[in-house]
């Protein structure tokens, strides 16, 4: 059969149609929001490269959580700006570090909502870089140690999944194997399984003052040019206990997120980073394009890429929008 007994078209003629056949919705509960705390109390600083996210201090990040839990939303996704930052990374893992503490806030102030900790040296380190520098590399089986007490103590804090975004080997292994040891057994890890190397993650470290300060993470996030080395990385934290499997970026890497739906039987996420939002704010700015559109198309394609969550920074923006109708 084909034209003219076959007509696409007749399927797109009217609104009611289109929606009746479409194959892709999205829905609030589909996202997790980032956010970025930072000390003191009624702090709410812009972020340049960003416009729209703000770091919080703890009391006006509690008032955002709240909106976000009414707006339908499962998760945020918490950052945090320390107080002060050392060679080590020691406030990773400060039981009053500001993550700890934030997290402790919004269960309190919360009834349903997930709250999941970025787990990562790099906004820790005075030299930028997510894990223990020895020469001139990151140390991989030292780092372990720390990221593993850093995911202790947000468990202990109340979080509700714990999401390792280093990339050093043996991460989740490093993390379940604590997290089992004291009693944590049923906190999941959401494992940034596959995560490149990336120019879109620029706005984020203004956000989270986290660049390095020498060098490129090169040695430790993938090359960007690779696929088949995905489907290992993922296999690797599957192997591991991984319980969630994220891509990152999202929507250059939409071939990398179908692959893990087609091969493992796990949530996958997908992180539509900082780059990502930057760049359609920014063409909506200038006139070019309509960002609202921009934001939703996009979002709809990762989701049918086969993500089955999706961290974005729109997170608040799309549910709004999607509970207009
Ligand atoms: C920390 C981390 C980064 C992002 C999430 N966790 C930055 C990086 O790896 O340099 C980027 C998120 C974004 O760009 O929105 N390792």
Redesign the pocket.
């Known amino acids: 059969m084909g034209f003219p007994v076959d007509r696409p078209r007749r399927l797109r003629t009217s609104e009611t149609m289109r929606k009746m056949v479409r194959e892709t919705t999205l829905s609030a509960s589909d996202f997790i929001l ?1 956010l970025f705390v930072c000390e003191g109390e009624n702090v709410k600083k812009p972020v340049g490269s960003m416009p729209g996210v703000y770091q919080m201090s703890v009391d006006v990040m509690v008032e955002e959580c709240k909106e976000v839990e009414s707006l339908g939303i499962p998760g945020v996704i918490l ?1 945090g700006i320390p107080a002060f930052k050392d060679a080590m990374g020691t406030e990773a893992y400060n039981e009053n570090g500001i993550v700890q503490k934030a997290v402790r806030a919004i269960k309190a102030a919360t009834t349903k909502l997930l709250v999941v900790t ?1 787990v ?1 040296m ?2 820790y380190t005075d030299h930028g870089h ?1 894990g223990i520098i020895k020469g001139e590399e990151v140390d991989n089986d030292e780092t372990l140690v720390h990221l593993a007490n850093e995911a202790l103590t947000h468990a202990k804090a109340g979080a509700d999944i714990v999401a390792p ?3 050093m080997d043996g991460r989740i292994d490093a993390l379940r194997e604590i997290l089992d040891d004291n009693g944590f057994e049923n906190v999941p890890i959401m494992s ?1 399984a596959v ?1 490149y190397c ?1 120019s ?6 203004e ?2 003052e ?3 300060s020498f060098g490129d ?1 090169k040695t430790y ?1 993938m090359d960007p040019a690779n696929r088949r080395e995905g489907l290992k990385e993922a296999e690797l934290d599957v192997l591991e206990g991984a319980d969630i499997l994220m891509v ?2 999202a929507l250059p890497y939409l071939d990398i997120i179908s692959d893990l739906k087609q091969n493992f039987d796990r949530p996958v996420a997908a ?1 539509h ?3 990502e ?1 930057s760049m359609i704010i920014a063409a909506d700015k200038m006139g070019w394009l309509d960002g609202h559109r921009a934001m939703m198309e996009s979002l709809t394609s990762i989701k049918r890429a086969g993500a089955d969550i999706i961290l974005t ?1 729109y997170a608040k923006e799309a549910a709004k929008a999607l509970k207009e109708g």
Not at 200 to 205: K, N, Q, S, T, V
């Open positions: 980032p950052f970025d990562c790099c906004e997510c975004s280093d990339m940034y995560k990336s879109f993650y620029g706005p984020f470290r956000a989270a986290s660049a390095p993470r996030q990152k970026p992180y980073v900082s780059g939002y920074y």
